[in-house]
């Protein structure tokens, strides 16, 4: 079975950092650009970061850039989003999802493959 599963949420406080992990199993994501969303209560899924596959060429949401670095491991077959500075506003539910042409791309129509979610809250 092709899953997706995303860890390392959790509740910080303004100011702190977490790493998110998205893990793949049934399938390599080598070939795979993969892409963070996030969703808040009361909001749309927006994009907040990709990574291509062979180049791995990245790219970032205005909001995040600057405190927010996504990387891959394909040793490990997981891709990481490393957030600093973070603030009240970044509170959501983080997923993940591979896009199958390995294209760094900021539309989630593209994905194929989605995590199930994992929550982070920023609040003091």
């Known amino acids: 079975q092709l899953q997706l599963v995303e860890s390392g949420g959790g509740l910080v406080q303004p100011g702190g950092s977490l790493r998110l992990s998205c893990a793949a199993s049934?399938?390599?994501?080598?070939?795979?650009?993969i892409g963070w969303f996030r969703q808040a209560p009361g909001k749309e899924r927006d994009w907040v970061s990709c990574?291509?596959?062979?180049?791995?060429?990245?790219n970032y949401a205005d909001s995040v850039k600057g405190r927010f670095t996504i990387s891959r491991d394909n040793a490990k077959n997981t891709v990481y989003l490393q957030m600093n500075s973070l603030k009240s506003e970044d509170t959501a539910v983080y997923y993940c999802?591979?896009?199958?042409?390995?294209?760094?791309?900021?539309?989630?129509?593209?994905?194929?493959?989605w995590g199930q979610g994992t929550q982070v809250t920023v609040s003091s």
């Open positions: 049934g399938f390599t994501l080598d070939y795979y650009a």
């Open positions: 999802a591979a896009e199958p042409i390995g294209r760094c791309r900021g539309a989630s129509d593209y994905y194929n493959y």
């Open positions: 990574i291509s596959n062979s180049s791995g060429r990245t």
